[in-house]
């Protein structure tokens, strides 16, 4: 089985400039969630879809990122105009089940994005 | 709201045993632990779902308290390979919440 996949791994953007981040979940898993994790620090929650309605996007730190997930299957994350503190790297993570049915998130190998 | 966790460091020999800490001021609903190692993703390790359950993967192992207020991960005769940030997370109503993290290193 295929795992979760992110793309692209790196990327270096000025600041100013856009940027999208792009999250494919593992087949069948309706629940896709983005996090953050900046300057190694905690690994902060950022929103959950269940298929491709927003559950929960508590977490998105300004209305600069915007997170979509069309069709209920691959989800991007874009931020418009990037700003230096919105370095950090982005994890995507998918399970098939939430709460006490959720046996685990698997997680992407995620988008590490320097704005300079 | 975010779950506690302790120490926030350790360092260790090859061969010691260490243990990791998460704690929450209301009973959790569950616990996940997980592991991440530099530049890689989280890799999910066991989830706890029952007050006094207990669960072991290989040499890694961990219990949830009576009153599911806290969790603890047991790593026995560590290995190189151990290394890494060890984090909890738990539900927060809708929300899954990471713990701060744990960061293990393994010495030889």
């Known amino acids: 089985e295929a795992g979760v996949t992110q793309f692209p791994s790196h990327s270096v953007i000025e600041k100013g400039q856009t940027v999208t981040l792009r999250c494919d979940p593992i087949?069948?898993?309706?629940?896709l969630y983005w996090y953050r994790r900046v300057m190694g620090k905690e690994i902060k929650f950022l929103l959950h879809f269940v298929k491709e309605s927003k559950q929960d996007e508590s977490g998105m730190p300004n209305n600069r990122f915007l997170a979509e997930r069309t069709g209920g299957t691959y989800s991007t994350l874009k931020v418009q105009p990037a700003e230096l503190e919105d370095s950090g790297v982005y994890f995507c993570?998918?399970?098939?089940?939430?709460?006490?049915?959720?046996?685990?998130?698997?997680f992407g190998s995620g988008t590490r994005l320097t704005v300079v | 709201q975010q779950p506690v966790q302790s120490p926030q460091a350790v360092i260790l020999r090859e061969g010691e045993d260490a243990v990791i800490n998460c704690s929450s001021s209301k009973a959790l609903y569950s616990v996940h632990w997980y592991r991440q190692k530099h530049g890689e993703a989280p890799v999910f390790l066991m989830i706890?779902?029952?007050?006094?359950e207990q669960k072991g993967h290989e040499k890694i192992s961990a219990s949830f308290n009576e009153k599911k207020q806290q969790s603890s991960l047991y790593l026995t005769a560590s290995q190189l390979s151990y290394s890494g940030t060890y984090f909890c997370g738990t539900y927060y109503g809708q929300n899954f919440v990471f713990g701060p993290g744990t960061r293990l290193s393994v010495l030889p």
């Open positions: 706890l779902l029952k007050g006094g």
């Open positions: 087949s069948g898993h309706d629940n």
């Open positions: 993570a998918s399970s098939q089940a939430t709460g006490e049915f959720a046996d685990g998130y698997t």
